[in-house]
């Protein structure tokens, strides 16, 4: 199997495309704090992660009853068979057991394997480690848009549109409701939402769903991808432009979309017309404004930027420092369309960029697995999903001859030493190659130029201009020419 060396050299050393090391890990909280320092009359994991256990009591029983499945589909949802099974066995509904399953799956208490599931590590520290049950109830939390009930008939027009708007200014209105810490009026709210969308003001509270708004409405944009999984779409058909007010109504109904999204996660209270943080989401929403405040370790930041100009900026930092970024930049928007950035960015033709992009999926950790999942049938992007997935299971580094084949590890060895031509010094290419041919570098050429990779041929031309060993100059020079003439 070929071993993988690095890429490019960053200013304090390290190399941030290199798959082969594994990544040093920080070290592990001290007994009794959390990942976040507790402030002072703020309830700390063990308050909270009971809190979260009783919210997924019936995702946790499911995943138990469950064990090694054989077979889910390709979404990894359970098979009609088996969620009637599970309803028999579980005394649930089928409905209320693809429910519990989809909810297993967010969290990470079952893992899709190999067209199956199967047990994940966070259903085995489930009883004991409270850290870790917070950050699966945290990555229900991020999806809180998967599980709000739209009714069929808002899946398309007007009520689709303002749902994805609505998503941009959710991290607005639970701020507001964290600074309020208490019960606020629903039409309070909807106020709030009414100037986030940029709609004209309407009336008072009592007249608040009535048709009647005035002019000034700015377009609204179709809707983002964040929207496109909120109304269940997912990107396959094209919302339409909307070119006057949205009704009040309208808007109250996409609040009422919103709190119950919420209120499904645990993170919000309803009661009597007003709604407030519940305890699990106090906690979410400092957690996700402290990620945002990293940002001051630099003198902007790249909140406000797309992907590619993130990862742009963020190739001439040192990891902490960029790793700081990427928590930042995934906190300010939600998580679904960061994570579709950050691929689409990734299946670009800047292989360092792809390298980076995958670093900073890292920080959106399991909330991001099935995206990744996904990735493994795009060539460009498969042997960074298997490495990223093999990391997600393996706290302690993961070796990249374990996790992929040579075929994968030849076409990695291209894309990142492609990273090196662009971006590095051209002797880089010298360790590149010692670092992973085993002392045998024809092979690791004639698997290099088999890779299909769009860029063996450059690759290895520049190896056999900068090599000094002669023969393997020659080697490389004779693969590159095989490479341009369809050779084997």
Known sequence: MTRLPGTTRRADGTQPGRPAAPRRRPPKPAPGRGRLPVPEGF????????????????????????????????????????????????????????KAWGQALLVGLVEPRDGGAAPGWRLHAWEHDDEAVLRGWSALFDAWTLLAPVPPAALRGVFAVLAGQAVDQAPQLLSFLHLVDGPVAESELMELLRRGLGAPPGHQAGAERRHGA?????????????????????GTCREPQIDTPPAPSDIAAVLDWMLDGLTAVG???????????????????????????????????????????????CAHYSPGPARAEYRAWVAARPVDRAVHELLEAARGEDALLRGLAFE??????????????????????????????????????????????????????????????????????VGHVEGASAGDPVRLFARARQSGHARAASVLTAVASVHPDAAVARAARRSAFSVHHGGA
């Open 43 to 98: 309830p700390g994991p063990a308050e909270l992660a009971p809190l979260a256990r009783l919210m997924l009591t019936d995702a946790v029983r499911i995943a138990r009853w469950a064990g090694e499945l054989e077979t889910v589909d390709k979404r990894g949802e359970l098979l009609p068979d088996d969620a009637r099974a599970a309803g028999r066995a579980l005394a649930m509904t089928v409905g209320a057991a693809a």
């Open 214 to 234: 005035g002019p000034g409405f700015a377009s609204l944009s179709p809707v983002p991808h964040a929207a496109s999984a909120v109304s269940a779409v997912r």
């Open 267 to 313: 993170a919000v209270v309803r009661a009597s017309d007003a709604a407030e943080l519940s305890s699990l989401g106090h906690w979410a929403v400092r957690a996700k404004l402290e990620e945002i405040c990293t940002v001051a370790q630099t003198a902007a930041g790249h909140i406000e930027q797309s992907a590619l100009e993130l990862l742009d900026a």
């Open 360 to 429: 900073a999926l890292r920080v959106a950790g399991g909330t991001a697995e099935q995206a990744v999942r996904t990735a493994i049938d795009e060539p460009v992007l498969r042997p960074y999903a298997l490495l990223w997935l093999a990391e997600q299971l393996d706290e302690d580094g993961v070796v990249p001859s374990d996790v992929l084949s040579a075929e994968d590890a030849a076409w990695l060895w291209v894309d990142t030493a492609a990273a090196v031509l662009d971006h590095g010094e051209v002797e880089l290419l």
